[in-house]
């Protein structure tokens, strides 16, 4: 198929844009309390791979019992056990997390039949930015180098999906009267449509993006930038067959084997427009193939309804300019992101032998050399001076701030400073403090809008053992060590 300008700058937003684009599925108790994807709900798990003798380790996070869509991890920083949620497979999200961790199985809320009740777990929340989510759990008295203790990680994720039926009332829905655009850009001609890409930028709605896009009518010029008005095309006459064209034809270039301009005059034509004025504007076409294109829409298209993966055709709908006359209508392919919604487990033992899948898995308290017990302690370290968000302590640098900012090992005790400078990060670690020897001590990413929650190391673009590391100019820094100090 051809190439499609896209509209998804990340996730998060589309999730919180689109989210009426979901998949029922078996519901329960975990339908509503504010999660913007309660439609739908069926379970998932985490596959544990066997336990590290220490820290950190890590499981696979599998989605309806088939998706490997990320991992959780486990690692023991200072006097806590921190547990990490983070999604590796792209289209997927984290939207729910329920943890307990138990010196005993017997600890973890069940319900007289035994099943896990995730709503009950000690630690949970709901999450709407796609980021990893951290839980720090304080170690308890008697919680020491070879405990072993019960954990019931559950999730509930959402992913999209590439084929089902979209819901298209829904998404009429989204445009009521007509959504009202500002400066949408048109370039033409289009690489493999006849406009593209058609911008629309900084409209405040889920049409925010790049789209290929056709004429709809044949006798008026368009407007390079103007303010339309966009609509749905479903359940408009004829777009039926439309959507159906610009879904399942091959075209684009000379590898297809129909040419825009003959897809441009078909539309036309299904939308029962004159020939074009200006026909040497769609060259290369042929007549045949036109009107072979139309037979073909007129069998297969009529009450062709396009589903998650498909593209839609959106009406932007012009007023004519009285002094240039320009002010075409044209269309823009839409594409239609569906999600589904599956719940998560840790993989270890089922809590029943039939029924509810939810399960548990242990953990072994290892301490890697003691965190003083031995002849180094160990401590991970975060560089800055501004506490970040969240469950799970750790800091970052400031750039409006400036200047030489603190290294904090193990949350309290200074190890050094950092600093960054035309893009460059500067680490100076003191006191006897060294990286520990790993070929990832050094972790560091550039943001500029800092996350909400300690994020997951292991994703930043550095990793490496450098103290001077050029990573570009940005408002905030997550700067990552894994340092030591030795007797």
């Known amino acids: 198929m051809k190439t499609k300008w896209t509209n998804l700058g990340s996730l998060a937003v589309v999730v919180m844009a689109l989210s009426f684009f979901m998949v029922s599925c078996d519901k329960d108790d975990m339908r509503g309390k504010g999660n913007p994807f309660a439609n739908a709900y069926e379970e998932a798990i985490i596959t544990l791979g066997e336990n590290n003798e220490c820290g950190p380790d890590e499981v696979k996070l599998i989605a309806g019992q088939h998706y490997e869509v990320g991992k959780v991890t486990m690692e023991i920083d200072g006097d806590y056990l921190v ?24 600890l973890i809320p069940t319900n007289p039949s035994g099943n896990p009740v995730p709503g009950q777990f000690d630690y949970k929340g709901e999450h709407d930015d796609c980021e990893p989510v951290t839980y720090q759990i304080k170690l308890q008295d008697g919680w020491t180098e070879g405990t072993t203790l019960y954990i019931a990680a559950h999730a509930v994720v959402v992913g999209e999906m590439t084929d089902g039926d979209a819901d298209l009332d ?121 009107d072979y294109l139309v037979g073909k829409a007129e069998e297969y298209g009529v009450d062709f309804k396009p589903g998650c993966g498909d593209v839609i055709a959106v009406l932007l709908v012009y007023e004519i300019d009285e002094d240039t006359g320009r002010g075409q209508d044209i269309i823009i392919e839409y594409p239609l992101v569906c999600y589904q919604e599956e719940t998560a487990w840790g993989e270890g033992t089922r809590f029943v032998p039939r029924g509810n899948w939810g399960m548990y898995f ?83 990413q550039g943001y500029d809008e800092i996350p909400s929650s300690r994020p997951a190391a292991g994703g930043f673009d550095y990793k490496g053992t450098d103290l001077a590391v050029y990573v570009g100019d940005y408002a905030f820094y997550a700067i990552h060590l894994d340092v030591q100090l030795c007797e």
């Not at 547990?83 to 017997?106: D, Q």
């Not at 500002?182 to 709605?205: D, L, M």
């Not at 600093?419 to 680490?427: F, R």
């Open 83 to 106: 547990v990490t949620y983070e999604i590796t497979e792209p289209g997927w999200c984290i939207t729910e997390t329920h943890l307990h961790v138990a010196e005993f199985k017997e």
């Open 170 to 290: 829904a998404f009429n829905e989204k445009f009521n009267d007509g959504i009202e655009l500002e400066g949408v850009e048109i370039k033409f001609p289009g690489q493999t449509t006849y406009f593209g890409p058609v911008t629309i930028a900084n409209s405040g709605t889920f049409l925010d993006g790049e789209y290929d896009g056709w004429c709809v009518e044949a006798g008026i010029l368009y407007q390079r930038s103007g303010d339309p008005t966009a609509y749905s095309s479903y359940g408009l006459p004829n777009y039926d067959m439309v959507n159906w064209l610009i879904n399942y034809v091959d075209f684009g270039d000379d590898d297809n084997e129909y040419t825009k301009g003959e897809v441009q005059w078909a539309i036309w034509k299904l939308l029962e427009q004159p020939d074009p004025t200006a026909p040497w504007a769609l060259e290369p076409y042929n007549m045949d193939n036109i």
């Open 362 to 444: 242990t953990y072994t308290i290892c301490f890697d050399n003691g965190n003083g017990n031995g002849e180094c302690q160990t401590e991970t370290a975060w560089g800055g001076n501004t506490a970040g968000d969240g469950s799970a302590w750790w800091y970052y640098y400031d750039a409006s701030v400036g200047g030489e900012q603190t290294i904090w090992a193990g949350q309290h005790t200074e190890a050094g400073t950092v600093e960054v400078v035309n893009g460059t990060v500067y680490i100076t670690l003191t006191d006897g403090w060294e990286l520990q020897v790993d070929d990832e001590a050094v972790k560091i």
